[in-house]
T-cell receptor
Framework: DTGVSQNPRHKITKRGQNVTFRCDPI?????LYWYRQTLGQGPEFLTY????????KSRLLSDRFSAERPKGSFSTLEIQRTEQGDSAMYLC????????????FGPGTRLTVT | GQQLNQSPQSMFIQEGEDVSMNCTSS?????WLWYKQDPGEGPVLLIA?????ELTSNGRLTAQFGITRKDSFLNISASIPSDVGIYFC?????????????????FGKGTKLSVIP
């Protein structure tokens, strides 16, 4: 049973550039979540998919952020016109079955905006 | 929004000692989750609690769902060096009107554990 995978693990980009991250959830999980974590804080919810439908979005998800899950499998998170304040760890999690509140996290993508 | 307060913020203990940490909220939760995070990695789920008063163990870890539904506790017995990390409590917020839970998790700020060999 493979866990949640995320790519890339690290991304350094210049301010104003666009970046895209990918998340592959646990194969039998139909729910997928994105969180952002800054230093010294717990993860903060960004958005949630059930299958391919995006059902919840946080106010943290500004219009520069967009997430997709086109076939209900992997998901991408894109940040346009990156700002230094976007520097953070972006975490993906998935859940499914009877333990629907039990979310399993990937290793994260560390974004640094210079 | 709902906030989870974890204490202590950090702790240094000798290897072999037992550890206790807690998590409190001003509003009720129907589910409590405990995670451990190592530097540069994602959080790893340790224990899930679903019922007030529930006591659940996972090896040397024991967690309890407080009877008021506003707190939870995590104990680690006989600590070892690999217990080092940050421990987070988390839970899905409950809508005060409908009582329904959300799928988004609210996390505390974590308890950083250091183990002295």
């Amino acid at each position: 049973d493979t866990g949640v995978s995320q790519n890339p693990r690290h991304k350094i980009t210049k301010r104003g550039q666009n970046v895209t991250f990918r998340c592959d959830p646990i194969s039998e999980h139909n729910r997928l979540y994105w969180y952002r974590q800054t230093l010294g804080q717990g993860p903060e919810f960004l958005t949630y998919f059930q299958n391919e439908a995006q059902l919840e979005k946080s106010r943290l998800l500004s219009d520069r952020f967009s997430a997709e899950r086109p076939k209900g499998s992997f998901s991408t998170l894109e940040i346009q016109r990156t700002e230094q304040g976007d520097s953070a760890m972006y975490l993906c999690a998935s859940s499914g079955g009877q333990g629907f509140y039990e979310q399993y996290f990937g290793p994260g993508t560390r974004l640094t905006v210079t | 929004g709902q906030q989870l307060n974890q204490s202590p913020q950090s702790m240094f203990i000798q290897e072999g000692e037992d550890v206790s940490m807690n998590c409190t909220s001003s509003s009720i939760f129907n589910t409590w989750l405990w995670y451990k995070q190592d530097p540069g990695e994602g959080p790893v789920l340790l224990i899930a609690l679903y019922k007030a008063g529930e006591l659940t163990s996972n090896g040397r870890l024991t967690a309890q769902f407080g009877i008021t539904r506003k707190d939870s506790f995590l104990n680690i017995s006989a600590s070892i060096p690999s217990d080092v990390g940050i421990y987070f409590c988390a839970g899905p917020p409950v809508d005060p009107d409908s009582g329904a839970g959300s799928y988004q998790l609210t996390f505390g700020k974590g308890t950083k554990l250091s183990v002295i060999p």
